[in-house]
Each structure stands twice: as structure tokens, then as C-alpha cells.
């Protein structure tokens, strides 16, 4: 199986190993999910933005205090 040495500062490292214990995980297993975990966070957002996206004009309608509609100019661009 492939492997990967990575170099970290005394201090770095010391970061990691407390955030890998602080998660219940050895320091391998929590530097071998960070990537998986980050893969899957930004699936996240980019749903989530999508999401927002595509409904923002339904909010917009049903809250229209709350933030100004996306066609409505602001500021400056108002005058």
C-alpha cells in the first residue's frame, strides 16, 4: 500500500496529535481521514451554494425584509 511522509514543525505536529486524540483517533488514522473529510466538505458547499441559488428568489419572495431582493440594486448603483 502506498504511503506519504510528511514533514511538520515540532509545534504543527503537536497541534495534529492533540486534534487526532481530542477526535478519540491515533495520529495515522486522523492525518489518513483529513483529506476524505475535506473532499466531502467541500461536496457539502458547493450543494449548499447550489442550493441557495436556485432557491433565493423563493426566499427573497416569502421574506422581503429580511434581505434585499437579487434584482434590486443597492447603494450607489441605485441612483
Known sequence: MPSLN???TDEELEA???A???EGKSLKQFVHDLPLREQQRLQ???YAVSWGETHHAEFDDAFPDEAPPAHRR???DAA
Open 6 to 8: 510528511i514533514t511538520f
Open 16 to 18: 495534529v496529535r492533540a
Open 20 to 22: 487526532a486524540a481530542a
Open 44 to 46: 457539502f458547499v458547493r
Open 74 to 76: 443597492r447603494g450607489a
